[in-house]
């Protein structure tokens, strides 16, 4: 049956492998977030914004925040060993860190720690507008999936 035609079901695959790269580059394309019902990133509410922690993953993954506001994030760890959230390159006025298990910012540094269980809270006012990455700096968590996308606008 191939052979019979075989013009026309050369020209139908190609059609074919057309159609769905155009849905896979679709389903794949438009935004850099991973797609998925955390893919919203999200902002402070009153100037409190919780993040959880799990194995792997960080729920949401997008952040945004306002340069100059004061915001307090908490690290809700839901996972069953310690993480931390840590934002690398972005300056901060950290005015409370309030971490668990043994962590704490250093001055300008974004850092707060939750044991399992457990929360961490850090109030502090970001610096300088620009898109950041935020991860677990522990172990290779951040390769696992701990990371997402910090927006200071
Ligand atoms: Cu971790």
């Not at 893919?39 to 993953?57: F, M, Q, R």
């Not at 993954?61 to 310690?82: H, K, M, P, S």
């Amino acid at each position: 049956m191939v052979g019979a035609l075989p013009g026309a079901s050369h020209i139908w695959l190609l059609f074919a492998v057309g159609a769905l790269s155009a849905v896979l580059w679709t389903a794949c394309s438009g935004d850099s977030e991973p797609a998925g019902p955390t893919a919203t990133p999200a902002s402070a509410i009153d100037g409190e914004l919780t993040v959880i922690a799990s194995e792997w993953g960080f729920g949401p993954e997008g952040i945004i925040l306002q340069q100059g506001e004061e915001v307090r994030i908490t690290l809700q760890n839901d996972g069953a060993i310690i993480h931390n959230l840590k934002v690398s390159g972005l300056e901060v006025d950290v005015i409370a860190d309030m971490s668990s298990g043994g962590f704490s910012a250093d001055e300008g540094e974004l850092l707060v720690g939750a044991d399992s269980k457990d929360i961490g809270t850090i109030t502090f006012v970001p610096l300088e507008p620009g898109e950041y990455a935020f991860y677990c700096s522990i172990g290779s968590h951040r390769q696992l999936g701990m990371e997402g996308s910090l927006i200071v606008e």
